[in-house]
């Protein structure tokens, strides 16, 4: 049952550096398998990793929201995951042994044989098999891996958004326990952003704001009314909580803040949330950032609850998925460049802000062409 033949894959070397790798396709067992690759989405993350600001131990070969076709997979694993040869799954980014007291708990994030170090985009090629991670023609399969059907009638590059979608609706939803009539502010543009706010309307939100920055973003505020949101603010030129306050609100219930590289959002985040609101941070900003204007006494006067998160979980990736094929929001026009696995480094490079040309709201790898 194990194919035969070579995998092609960009093994990161070091921070800019993607090199096109053969490996041998490994043998599997009763309890893995191999999936054959159609889209990797890119986020944030992955230009992060290629410019050396997240880093991992190298090589490895990044890329960690993957959709594909189940190539090979032994009888155990088959019936575990519910799966058979042919079908189409998303692969969650995190592992779980399953007997773990934190995967016995649901926490699986914190898993102690894989936790937040050993997850797919992140493993180094030198471990065997070497394929862990989207930027390859195939990926291998762990005991330990989650996948999820992909519905049909999907396309595999519009299906990657499973992933930002369901941190939308974890980060959106379940984590400040949104509730039908509420005001969410969202902070950054992206398509993480705009997962947020499709999330937080689908889940009954009254008002959903979205902020930007800058002439880069206006393509993206544009398009976010699409995506659930009433009101969409260029910080550079337009007050947010001004904005609000004039739209006949007096502040938000429910601020997210999913930015990158903006230090200065956070002390916008609490500004712009209401008396009791919950505040919720998602990006990160690397070690030692300032946050430029925060001013700590709001979190007192104004009693809010300032919550981390950090990935994603089952149920919402699960619900990302039932949301992208009801198509309520226009997931498959959002503006989508694809490259292959030739094309991928060029694309990254723009998206990490150090090649010119436009960027994409949505990049996808189809590493198959
Ligand atoms: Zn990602
Ligand atoms: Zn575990």
Redesign the pocket.
Known sequence: MTPTGTARALVLRQARRLEATTFELPSIGDDDGILRIEACGLCGTDHEQWSGHISAAYPYIPGHEIVGIIEAVGTTAAARWGVTVGDRVAVEVFM?????????AGQ?R??????VRHFYGFISSEEAPHLWGGYATHLYLHP?ALVLPVPAGLDPAVATAFNPLGAGIRWGVTVPDLQPGEVVAVLGPGIRGLSVAAAAKDAGASFVLMTGLGPRDLPRLDQAKAFGVDLAVDVSTTDPVRALRQAGLRGADVVVDVTAKAPAAFAQAVKLATTGGRVVLAGTRGAGAQTPGFDPDHIVYKELTVLGTLGVDFPAYQQALRLLESRRFPFEQLPRETVDLDGAEELIARLAGEAEGAVPVHGVVLPNG
């Open positions: 779980s042994c399953r007997i773990c007291e934190a995967c016995l699986y914190r898993c102690v044989r894989h936790g330990d």
